[in-house]
């Protein structure tokens, strides 16, 4: 990337658990021209095969960063542009008013962002609405329709 290089948004994962859910996170943000920022401890080795394999041949193309832990990602982006997405928040995602170089923020697979986060700055805790069949949707599935979302308020085209 060049020096000057400015992502329309942050894209955090917070202790992810499957590669291939980060894999196809970050050949979104190649899409879209996103930073992805991921938040150990990671569930993966970052230079796993399947992390690869998910990105396919866009991973060169990623700009990306990983960060021993969560006071390490605040230090670099400030907390009054982050959005955090929880099925356990109230307001849809659909409510909220993004700007260019928010952050995305994302918890694990299995349990999703710890509870602590979330009542940090409840007015910024967003869900993507569901059928109660399904517990929440797939993380990579997730990022997509919140980065979207971000991109059709801005009326931005790829």
């Known amino acids: 990337m060049p020096?000057?290089?400015?992502?329309?948004?942050?894209?955090v994962l917070y202790q992810p658990e499957i590669p291939y859910n980060t894999g196809s996170v970050g050949r979104t943000c190649v899409a879209i021209g996103a930073k992805?920022?991921?938040?150990?401890?990671?569930?993966?080795?970052?230079?796993?095969?399947y992390l690869?394999?998910?990105?396919?041949?866009?991973?060169?193309?990623?700009e990306w960063e990983v960060v021993d832990d969560w006071p390490s990602l605040c230090d670099?982006?400030?907390?009054?542009?982050?959005?955090?997405?929880?099925?356990?928040?109230?307001?849809?995602?659909?409510?909220?008013?993004?700007?260019k170089g928010?952050?995305?923020?994302?918890?694990?697979?299995?349990?999703?962002?710890?509870?602590?986060?979330?009542?940090?700055?409840?007015?910024?805790?967003l869900r993507i609405p569901t059928r109660g069949a399904v517990r929440s949707?797939?993380?990579?599935?997730?990022t997509a329709v919140a980065a979207y979302e971000a991109l059709r308020q801005w009326d931005m085209e790829m």
């Open 3 to 11: 020096k000057n290089y400015q992502p329309c948004m942050h894209v």
């Open 76 to 99: 670099r982006l400030p907390a009054a542009h982050h959005w955090y997405f929880s099925k356990k928040a109230q307001v849809s995602y659909t409510k909220a008013c993004f700007s």
């Open 137 to 142: 949707l797939n993380l990579s599935n997730a």
């Open 52 to 62: 690869r394999r998910a990105g396919l041949d866009y991973w060169q193309h990623l």
């Open 36 to 49: 992805l920022w991921l938040v150990r401890p990671l569930g993966f080795r970052v230079d796993d095969y």
């Open 102 to 125: 928010d952050v995305f923020v994302f918890g694990p697979e299995s349990q999703g962002l710890p509870d602590e986060l979330l009542k940090s700055e409840p007015e910024r805790c």
